[in-house]
């Protein structure tokens, strides 16, 4: 005998990710998904069940199940299997050192205040080599903290850029009515 499956109510954001998961997939294209929260309000468990449940295959990176030197390693060691349509990490464990040239999109599910972390996780793809057009997508729910947060994050990239000659026209900057 066995029990019915059990159906997992998606919020919006998640549906959204689906999609562009979807999307992307029929484009030949691995996506990154980035969580700040992998510590105390872990959401990746519930995330991985969530996409298993809709037959996408997460790859999940963790700091202390994978030293920084060996991630590179890993990460093309697992991609060699051919089984993993996406990743799944904390931006923090990819900021530096890491080429992310398998994955030309990126979606920021969770974000933090930190830019230098921000534009670094951003980056991964955006590396010599890449010969895909990138993508980078920021999830959030109109009127919360998070978006006061990427609102912030994108007042101080654009003043960041500006200072150096660079006047973003996309991306956050979208965010920045001032």
């Known amino acids: 005998a066995s029990a019915p499956a059990l159906e997992i109510n998606l919020?919006?954001?998640?549906?959204r990710l689906l999609e562009i998961l979807a999307t992307e997939r029929k484009q030949g294209r691995k996506v990154a998904v980035f969580l700040e929260h992998t510590g105390t309000r872990d959401l990746v468990p519930t995330l991985v069940d969530k996409l298993h449940q809709q037959g996408f295959s997460p790859l999940v990176l963790r700091g202390q199940a994978v030293k920084p030197e060996q991630r590179e390693d890993w990460l093309q060691e697992n991609l060699a299997t051919?089984?993993?349509d996406c990743l799944l990490c904390n931006p923090n464990l990819v900021k530096t050192g890491l080429d992310l040239l398998d994955f030309p999109t990126i979606v920021y599910m969770q974000s933090g205040y930190n830019?230098?972390?921000?534009?670094?996780?951003?980056?991964?793809s955006w590396r010599i080599g890449q010969k895909k057009d990138v993508a980078?997508?920021?999830l959030g729910y109109r009127g919360t903290a998070q978006m006061t947060c990427l609102e912030l994050m994108a007042k101080k990239i654009a003043v960041s850029q500006s200072t150096s000659g660079d006047m973003p026209e996309s991306g956050?900057?979208?965010?920045?009515?001032?």
């Not at 919020?11 to 549906?15: D, N």
């Open 82 to 84: 051919g089984q993993y």
């Open 11 to 15: 919020l919006a954001k998640e549906k």
């Open 136 to 138: 980078v997508h920021f």
């Open 172 to 178: 956050l900057d979208i965010l920045n009515q001032n």
């Open 115 to 124: 830019v230098y972390t921000l534009q670094q996780a951003s980056r991964r």
